[in-house]
């Protein structure tokens, strides 16, 4: 079978899009490619019904408001304990501040210009914000897996390996995944583990799944069912500085009913989701995910290959976006905080549920580096 690697069509694809690097590309290989199907550079609506039928639904705009992206990624990071001394948060207050257009919190809109400088400093801070190796292990990293790698310690005394010490702490750069929830996905040995001291995953996250699959299924006319026991959260993080960090074409089927959806939330910088079919042999569609859209997959499509062959630099004027169209479905995550980031006078609910702005300022100069993706599913 000489042209067996040739009708990988995934592959095909996957290797096509690596190259691209901006939304100007992804429109230039929509109308030159005879190998990629893109959706969303603005022809999209047969392709998106054709997803439909499968059981795959793309909400546009679904986190529409730049302070609620913005509060689920200050969420998503909380456990790690990652906030910059008082220092680098002065200095990223210096960047965001100077010449923003500031409301009271002078949080939502970052000029170009400031995002660059943004960016730029963040890049410095997440350098040396340090995750230190002996947290409790209430959130499983990609560092956890690196560690089970090292040593015990009697061995390295042995060996006398440096090279081999194990670190006390890693930077914020190198975070690549953390598993939010009761369950820690493995990814080398495919499987789910249960986290022993886990914290459950946070309410918003249940409540923003749950919301994104009642509107999938008026896309993909899913029979109505019980709500979902969304448990865990895959959080991808893809750095813009670091242009190996895609994800491979992959199947979810490790979970315990795959008749469940996975739903997932894009944050920061745009990316290329790859959606395929059964078989590598299917010819895949290139789907253009931005900050706050949100892809579901249900149905035949649930069991489909997908990855992220490439993320894309920061379009517009901001990671975040407020840039729906007036039919989007739209979903208010933190109804509580108003659009600087404010907590509504009179409000009595849970007030640590809720990010502090001090987080979401990181938050925001974070999402200037990086795409950040929430996978939230039910693994058991
Ligand atoms: O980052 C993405 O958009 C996809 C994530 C994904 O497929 C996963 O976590 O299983
Ligand atoms: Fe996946």
């Known amino acids: 079978m000489a042209d067996a690697p040739q009708s990988d069509l995934y592959r095909r694809a996957e290797k096509e899009l690596r190259n691209v690097k901006s939304i100007e590309e992804l429109y230039k290989l929509d109308e030159s490619s005879s190998v990629t199907r893109v959706i969303g550079c603005g022809h999209d609506d047969n392709l998106s019904a054709l997803l439909a039928e499968d059981g795959a639904a793309i909400l546009r705009n679904f986190v529409q408001r730049s302070i609620d992206q913005l509060a689920i990624c200050a969420l998503a990071l909380r456990p790690l304990n990652v906030l910059p001394t008082d220092d680098a948060l002065s200095r990223l207050r210096t960047v965001s501040c100077k010449d923003t257009h500031t409301d009271a919190c002078g949080l939502p809109a970052i000029r170009p210009q400031v995002q ?12 040396s914000s340090k995750i230190l190796a002996d947290s409790p292990v209430t959130v ?57 001291h886990a914290i459950a995953l946070a ?44 994800l491979g074409g992959h199947r979810d089927d490790v979970e315990e009913d795959l008749s469940l959806p996975l739903v997932t939330i894009s944050l ?21 995910l931005r900050a706050g859209d949100c892809m579901v997959m249900s149905g035949r499509s649930r069991k489909y290959f997908h990855g992220v062959p490439t993320v894309l630099s920061l379009d517009g004027n901001s990671a975040c976006q407020m840039n729906g169209n007036p039919g989007d479905k739209v979903c208010c995550v933190f109804p509580e905080l108003d659009d600087g980031g404010c907590l509504a006078k009179g409000f009595t609910g849970d007030k640590s549920t809720i990010p502090s702005l001090d987080e979401m300022e990181f938050a925001q100069a974070f999402l200037t580096t990086v795409r950040m993706n929430l996978s939230i599913r039910q693994v058991a």
């Open 203 to 246: 309410d918003r996250f249940v409540e923003v799944a749950r919301r994104a699959h009642e509107l999938a299924k008026e896309q993909t006319g899913e029979a109505a069912s019980r709500p979902v026991n969304f448990d865990m959260a895959i959080c991808n993080l893809y750095h813009l500085q670091r242009p190996s960090d895609r």
């Open 268 to 288: 920061g910088a745009p990316g290329v989701f790859l959606l395929g079919g059964e078989s590598r042999q299917d010819a895949p569609t290139a789907i253009l």
């Open 140 to 196: 499983q990293t990609n560092f956890s897996s690196e560690l089970a790698s090292y040593p015990s310690d009697d061995r390295i005394s042995c060996s006398q390996s440096k090279k081999r010490k194990r670190p006390e702490s890693f930077p914020l750069s190198r975070l690549r995944y953390l598993n939010l929830g009761e369950w820690n996905y493995n990814w080398g040995d495919r499987r789910y583990e249960k986290v022993p």
């Open 116 to 127: 660059k400088k943004l960016s730029k400093c963040m890049e410095e801070i997440k350098s």
